[in-house]
């Protein structure tokens, strides 16, 4: 079958002829008909990912849309390995399997499951959002962090503020309120300051790094006693760490979570998914993406997604 294969860790991926998979006991095959190109994917084929194996050659992609061979169109989570997602042919557990709504085409939907599973299992499974609560998205101008917004909203959240370095993007979120992320850290804690004392239930983090050092530091110093905040670490584009006084945690109600591959069992997020992908054919998630060949994945893997999110679609043979 066709293929994106990378050889070694490290190495771009290649266009070329990979084994067919066979479905083992509690397996399905899936017909592959999208596969998007997502940071995770990125990392993981790069061996650079803490949830990979690290065995090489392999098939790259996390996830992917297809057809069962009964012709049901489904949404597959992280196929057995070496197969990937993208490939003409994946096989992945029956548990991580998702039925997808009419309503959704391949390439939206291939889209859009990775960067919104990032906030709709933080929101679920950790962070337990609760309608009328208070959103913080620290982050929010990425694919994921505007995904992350209209999840929110969608969910039930009151108030949404969102953060950015991109203040025109900031405002085109539609959020309810918005943090430009200055460089100068003291102005930056006191804007955090100004919300956090309106009081703030959640806290989504895809930063870390700097922004998260003074988030923190201004909930601990202006959060009321006992007041209770649930900060959820889901990405680390700033930095992928930080300096984290244990006062900080000790005076204040702060539960210091993070949500990913491992925090939350495969089948439970497959199913999450699949809520994520039923909502997004109702409620109208919107994620730029753009088509591309898989035999084209050579030239498209080092380019960004700034023209929207690389979905390279796959013809069944």
């Known amino acids: 079958m066709k293929a994106a294969i990378v050889r070694a ?53 996390v996830d992917g849309v297809g ?13 057995r390995a070496p197969w990937g997602a993208m490939a003409e042919f994946a096989v992945a557990p029956t548990t991580q399997i998702a039925a997808l709504p009419d309503g959704l085409d391949d390439v939206t939907a291939a889209a859009i499951a990775n960067p919104g599973m990032s906030s709709w299992a933080a929101f679920k499974e950790r962070a337990k959002l609760e309608a009328g609560e208070t959103v913080l998205i620290n982050g929010a101008t990425g694919s994921a962090g505007r995904l992350a917004v209209q999840i929110a909203r969608h969910l039930g959240a009151k108030k949404v503020i969102a953060t950015g370095r991109n203040v025109e993007a900031l405002q085109a979120l539609g959020a309810d309120a918005t943090i430009a992320l200055v460089d100068d850290e003291a102005a930056l804690e006191d804007s955090f300051k100004l919300y956090l004392a309106d009081g703030i239930d959640v806290v989504l983090d895809y930063l870390w790094g700097k922004s998260a050092e003074r988030l923190l530091a201004a909930a601990a110093k ?80 080092g380019e960004g997604d700034s023209a929207g999110r690389a979905v390279f679609t796959i013809g069944a043979r």
Request: hydrophobic content about 45%; proline content about 10%; glycine content about 10%.
């Open 9 to 61: 860790a490290g190495q771009s991926p290649v266009y070329g002829d990979f084994a067919e998979p066979t479905p083992a006991p509690g397996e399905h095959r899936v017909t592959v008909t999208a596969a998007a190109l997502s940071p995770l994917a990125k990392a993981r084929a790069a061996g650079a990912h803490y949830s990979v194996s690290g065995a090489f050659p392999a098939v790259v992609g």
């Open 67 to 79: 057809r069962l061979d009964d012709g049901r169109r489904v949404y597959f989570l992280l196929p």
């Open 222 to 301: 202006v959060l009321p006693d006992g007041a209770p905040l649930r900060y959820v670490e889901v990405g680390a584009a700033s930095r992928p760490t930080i300096a984290l006084p244990g006062a900080v945690l000790r005076s204040k109600a702060i539960a210091l979570m993070g949500s990913g591959l491992g925090s939350v069992p495969l089948d439970r997020l497959a199913a999450d998914i699949g809520d994520l992908l039923q909502a997004a054919a109702t409620s109208g998630f919107t994620i730029p993406a753009k088509a591309v060949p898989l035999l084209d994945v050579e030239r498209a893997w």
